[in-house]
């Protein structure tokens, strides 16, 4: 099932004549329940290395490297052709972790209260939102095929984290319900476009957004709550968790990029029949009026 998608890349492949057969049609992950597992693991990695780094190094320093490692896993997404796990999985974990310093940086160093920045973070994604659909009419992330494209996709995950961060901190924090209570909070908000997808009709591509933007503070809420000391959640440590959550990330992107679950089969056993078709007309062009046989042989 393609949960909160409102076309797959199959359905982009024959609608679209701009893509060439030697070129991914869309370079992201098919929606799948790993799809959500692997997403809310990155937010919750992203949440407790974000904290661990600002606190156990200079956090300027901290903030540069993250916005450098960030950089390159963003160049190897953009340089593939097609989507390849690690390569996807890595720039996800990498805008959660400079995504937290961002947002926590504009509550700590500049002073703004966690309902001012959720509110501005909420009206830049919507500002994102309608700039990518005035300019491709759709904001499905299966037809993510162009660079402008996968621009705005990047963009608008960036905006989501920040929003995310802010709103899970807002509820711990400011509304004073603490990260526990928080996780439970937004456990049953993103239960609300899973219903409205699959019993009241809502729109796939609300859905999936809504969704997104909810497992920010879901992952980040339950990563503060194991790392925080025992006076506010387990107090495993910030390190330890980051650690633990970075292992537990790495096996399921190896199951993915081994089994390959999460890529369109029907699009990956078209590719090379397009490619053969080709070649076909290639051969057929070098010698006009000979008649190409199905073994390749020219008769």
Do not use: C
Not at 75 to 91: D, G, P, S, T
């Amino acid at each position: 099932m393609n949960m909160f998608g409102d076309v797959t890349t199959g359905q982009v492949w024959r609608g679209s004549t701009a893509v060439g057969a030697g070129r991914a049609v869309s370079k992201v992950p098919q929606i799948t329940a790993f799809f959500w597992i692997v997403k809310v693991l990155t937010t919750a990695q992203g949440e407790a290395t974000s904290d661990y780094l600002v606190h156990r190094f200079n956090p300027v320093a901290a903030v540069g490297v993250a916005a450098l490692v960030l950089a390159v896993s963003l160049i190897l997404q953009f340089r593939v052709r097609r989507y390849v796990a690690w390569v996807y999985w890595l720039a996800v974990v990498m805008v959660a972790v400079f995504g937290t310093m961002v947002a926590d940086g504009v509550h700590i160093t500049l002073g703004v209260p966690y309902a001012v920045s959720t509110i501005v973070f909420a009206v830049v994604l919507a500002v994102i939102f309608v700039a990518w659909y005035a300019t491709e009419k759709t904001l499905s992330i299966h037809s993510i095929y162009t660079r402008r494209r996968e621009a705005f996709y990047w963009v608008t995950v960036m905006a989501t984290f920040a929003l995310g961060t802010a709103a899970g901190d807002m509820t711990a924090a400011t509304l004073g319900l603490g990260y526990l209570a928080s996780g439970i909070l937004f456990a049953v908000v993103i239960a609300i476009p899973a219903i409205g997808y699959w019993r009241l009709g809502l729109n796939s591509v609300v859905a999936f957004w809504f969704a997104y933007i909810v497992t920010r503070p879901l992952g980040a809420s339950f990563a503060d709550w194991l790392g925080v000391p025992p006076s506010h959640g387990l107090g495993l440590g910030r390190g330890p968790v980051a650690l633990g959550l970075t292992f537990v990330i790495i096996g399921f992107v190896w199951y993915l990029a081994v089994t390959r679950r999460d890529v369109d089969r029907q699009f990956a056993g078209r590719r090379p029949k397009r490619a053969r078709h080709r070649r076909k007309h290639a051969r057929q062009e070098r010698w006009p009026g000979a008649r190409v046989n199905l073994h390749g042989g020219v008769s």
